[in-house]
């Protein structure tokens, strides 16, 4: 089993930047592909980037260009770096992990962090 705990999140501007953390506890997540996803108020939680055991790593398209996934297996933390950020991205965003299955299916995902909360002023 892994436990996840989100950090970074918080009120900004448009167009600032934050940094997420995904801390996990228990199992080493090494062998784990990781993804985030976010849920805005009233909508479905959605896919927003994910990386692979390989490194290899995957975008929605609303984020390409924007966002950075990046994971460091030794201090078993996940990175989300949010730049450029708009209004539509307000949302409580969501660290995930899983061993196999689509990486932009949150149905697929065994563990699930608390979540924290962006909000991206105009």
């Known amino acids: 089993q892994v436990q996840l705990v989100e950090s970074g999140g918080g009120l900004v501007q448009a167009g600032g930047s934050l940094r997420l953390s995904c801390a996990a506890s228990?199992?080493?997540?090494?062998?784990?592909?990781m993804g985030w996803f976010r849920q805005a108020l009233g909508k479905e939680r959605e896919f927003v980037a994910a990386?692979?055991?390989?490194?290899?790593?995957y975008y929605a398209d609303s984020v390409k260009g924007r966002f950075t996934i990046s994971r460091d297996n030794a201090k078993n933390t996940v990175y989300l770096q949010m730049n450029s950020l708009k209004p539509e991205d307000t949302a409580v965003y969501y660290c995930?992990?899983?061993?196999?299955?689509?990486?932009?299916?949150?149905?697929?995902?065994?563990?699930w962090g608390q979540g924290t909360q962006v909000t991206v002023s105009s």
């Open positions: 990386i692979m055991t390989s490194g290899l790593r």
């Open positions: 228990g199992r080493t997540f090494s062998g784990y592909r």
């Open positions: 995930a992990a899983s061993l196999s299955g689509d990486y932009d299916n949150p149905n697929r995902y065994n563990y």
